[in-house]
């Protein structure tokens, strides 16, 4: 018997693994951390169903941790095989999984300090340099390049447009002699005809429509099931937050994702000092992933967007553009604290939960000239969501900051396709898949995603759960 196991992001958006079992070959399709809550968090402790060392391959839809980052666990735990991921995706991981390590090995020592761990010592879940070591067995393959892994199973990535490098998983194994067709979408990116509507997007805009064979089982991500973005273009309301910031002599502070939306922001920011929506002040960039990721972006020239090919072709890599700096050391990074002329602070980490933009905030918070603008979402139990829910004060390492600076937010930044965008992506599917499944969204987002396509595309639609097998016939 083949089966489809979701041994992750089943009722919730995290911890993407889903194991595909053809009898003869074992493969998980992402191996991502859970993050978020305690009860989410755990499950990164527990044994998987079947031994690492059984497993046969992984294959990676893109280089978010909650995607990528339990790889270096399932290495820790004997997996020997390989990871297959586009090129791109694979230049992300090598920034992206040591960085995990090292906040792993960070978190055990904090709670060896504190002793607040019931374990003794407090272990991380893996290191920096184990993050290190299992990347060499990660192997690239282009998109719309057929990979054989068995005479049975053979998988090719198409475009997710979600973030650098984001692709969906094609299928194909041999059952009882018929070929199935599984389709694993990963985050799916905003759908090309919401360009107007997702400006700035630095990669392609658009996942590509699953043609060929009709499939047989689509998994299928719901992060948005129950959500509309904005319409509206973001660029007036940046250039007005950003204007009278800095006529009240004030300074900018943006916590971002260091991968995509930093990059996503910069071009933002760049088009309007260009076209004269904001003044030329300093623009900081405080993260030194972001920094990296955006060595990486420039690399992989073929993942651009339309409106990104332009924007280099007239003003070339951010990493030389005037008054744009480029913080990579920490003396860099102090010496902005000092400043006091109106400028842009772009830092991570995006929901305020550790990194620079910590120390910016402890200097910027007290000030009523000065604005923390929101660009993603702001999980609750965050200080990000603390000040933007407009608390007096947000407690930062064990000070107690007051709040008096401008708080403002622009929701239309998201790389996740909304509930009208996925409907629209569905519609290009020929023929109904046989059956599908919806993973990574939260019970109430699945549940109205499912509804919605049952009602508009009359599917076979179910949403998966935790530990669940589903068979493939
Ligand atoms: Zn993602």
Same mark, same amino acid.
């Given at each position: 018997?083949?089966?489809?196991?979701?041994?992750?992001?089943?009722?919730?958006?995290?911890?993407?693994?889903?194991?595909?079992?053809?009898?003869?070959?074992?493969?998980?399709?992402?191996?991502?951390?859970?993050? &978020?809550?305690?009860?989410?968090?755990?499950?990164?402790?527990?044994?998987?169903?079947? @031994?690492?060392?059984?497993?046969?391959?992984?294959?990676? *839809?893109?280089?978010?941790?909650?995607?990528?980052?339990?790889?270096?666990?399932?290495?820790?735990?004997?997996?020997?095989?390989?990871?297959?991921?586009?090129?791109?995706?694979?230049?992300?991981?090598?920034?992206?999984?040591?960085?995990?390590?090292?906040?792993?090995?960070?978190?055990?020592?904090?709670?060896?300090?504190?002793?607040?761990?019931?374990?003794?010592?407090?272990?991380?879940?893996?290191?920096?340099?184990?993050?290190?070591?299992?990347?060499?067995?990660?192997?690239?393959?282009?998109?719309? *390049?057929?990979?054989?892994?068995? +005479?049975?199973?053979?998988?090719?990535?198409?475009?997710?447009?979600?973030?650098?490098?984001? =692709?969906?998983?094609?299928?194909?194994?041999?059952?009882?002699?018929?070929?199935?067709?599984?389709?694993?979408?990963?985050?799916? &990116?905003?759908?090309?005809?919401? /360009?107007?509507?997702?400006?700035?997007?630095?990669?392609?805009?658009? @996942?590509?429509?699953?043609? =060929?064979?009709?499939?047989?089982?689509?998994?299928?991500?719901?992060?948005? #099931?129950?959500?509309?973005?904005?319409?509206?273009?973001?660029?007036?309301?940046?250039?007005?937050?950003?204007?009278?910031?800095?006529?009240?002599?004030?300074?900018?502070?943006? @916590?971002?994702?260091? $991968?995509?939306?930093?990059?996503?922001?910069?071009?933002?920011?760049?088009?309007?000092?260009?076209? #004269?929506?904001?003044?030329?002040? +300093?623009?900081?960039?405080?993260?030194?992933?972001?920094?990296?990721?955006?060595?990486?972006?420039?690399?992989?020239?073929?993942?651009?967007?339309?409106?990104?090919?332009?924007?280099?072709?007239?003003?070339?890599?951010?990493?030389?553009?005037?008054?744009?700096?480029?913080?990579?050391?920490?003396?860099?990074?102090?010496?902005?604290?000092?400043?006091?002329? @109106?400028?842009?602070?772009?830092?991570?980490?995006?929901? $305020?939960?550790?990194? %620079?933009?910590?120390?910016?905030?402890?200097?910027?918070?007290?000030?009523?000239?000065?604005?923390?603008?929101?660009? &993603?979402?702001?999980?609750? #139990?965050?200080? =990000?969501?603390?000040?933007?829910? #407009?608390?007096?004060?947000?407690?930062?390492?064990?000070?107690?900051?007051?709040? %008096?600076?401008?708080?403002?937010?622009?929701?239309?930044?998201?790389?996740?396709?909304?509930?009208?965008?996925?409907?629209?992506?569905?519609?290009?599917?020929?023929?109904?898949?046989?059956?599908?499944?919806?993973?990574?969204?939260?019970?109430?987002?699945?549940?109205?995603?499912?509804?919605?396509?049952?009602?508009?595309?009359?599917? /076979?639609?179910?949403?998966?759960?935790?530990?669940?097998?589903?068979?493939?016939?």
């Amino acid at each position: 018997m083949a089966y489809i196991q979701f041994l992750g992001a089943a009722g919730t958006v995290t911890g993407s693994k889903h194991l595909i079992n053809t009898g003869d070959l074992q493969v998980l399709v992402d191996c991502g951390l859970f993050q &978020g809550k305690k009860e989410w968090r755990e499950r990164n402790w527990q044994d998987m169903p079947i @031994p690492a060392r059984e497993i046969d391959a992984v294959i990676l *839809t893109h280089a978010h941790l909650d995607h990528c980052g339990w790889i270096p666990r399932l290495h820790k735990e004997g997996y020997r095989g390989k990871v297959y991921a586009t090129p791109a995706t694979i230049d992300l991981c090598g920034v992206i999984l040591p960085d995990s390590g090292h906040l792993q090995e960070e978190d055990a020592d904090f709670h060896n300090r504190q002793k607040s761990s019931k374990h003794n010592p407090a272990l991380p879940l893996y290191t920096l340099e184990e993050a290190q070591d299992c990347l060499k067995n990660f192997i690239p393959v282009a998109f719309h *390049t057929p990979t054989q892994l068995s +005479p049975k199973f053979s998988f090719q990535f198409v475009h997710a447009a979600h973030i650098l490098g984001s =692709g969906m998983v094609e299928v194909s194994v041999d059952v009882n002699g018929a070929t199935k067709q599984l389709v694993f979408t990963g985050d799916i &990116g905003r759908v090309r005809e919401s /360009n107007g509507v997702a400006p700035g997007k630095v990669v392609r805009t658009g @996942p590509e429509t699953v043609d =060929g064979q009709p499939t047989n089982v689509l998994v299928m991500e719901s992060t948005y #099931g129950n959500r509309e973005h904005p319409k509206t273009d973001a660029r007036p309301e940046l250039a007005r937050i950003i204007r009278e910031t800095v006529n009240r002599g004030g300074t900018v502070v943006i @916590p971002a994702f260091a $991968v995509e939306r930093t990059q996503k922001l910069l071009f933002m920011l760049k088009q309007l000092m260009e076209d #004269g929506q904001i003044p030329k002040v +300093p623009v900081h960039i405080d993260s030194p992933m972001a920094i990296k990721a955006i060595e990486i972006f420039i690399k992989h020239t073929e993942e651009y967007s339309d409106e990104t090919k332009a924007l280099i072709a007239k003003y070339g890599s951010p990493l030389k553009w005037d008054n744009f700096n480029f913080d990579t050391t920490s003396e860099q990074s102090k010496k902005v604290n000092s400043m006091v002329y @109106p400028m842009i602070i772009v830092s991570s980490s995006g929901m $305020v939960t550790g990194g %620079r933009v910590l120390h910016h905030l402890i200097h910027r918070l007290s000030n009523p000239k000065n604005t923390v603008l929101f660009i &993603g979402f702001q999980a609750p #139990g965050t200080r =990000g969501a603390t000040i933007k829910s #407009g608390a007096p004060t947000v407690k930062i390492f064990n000070l107690e900051v007051p709040i %008096r600076a401008q708080v403002a937010s622009i929701e239309q930044f998201s790389d996740h396709a909304d509930t009208p965008e996925l409907l629209q992506w569905l519609h290009t599917f020929e023929r109904a898949p046989q059956v599908t499944y919806l993973v990574h969204g939260e019970p109430s987002a699945s549940t109205l995603l499912k509804a919605a396509i049952e009602k508009e595309m009359k599917w /076979n639609v179910a949403i998966a759960e935790w530990m669940q097998k589903v068979e493939v016939d």
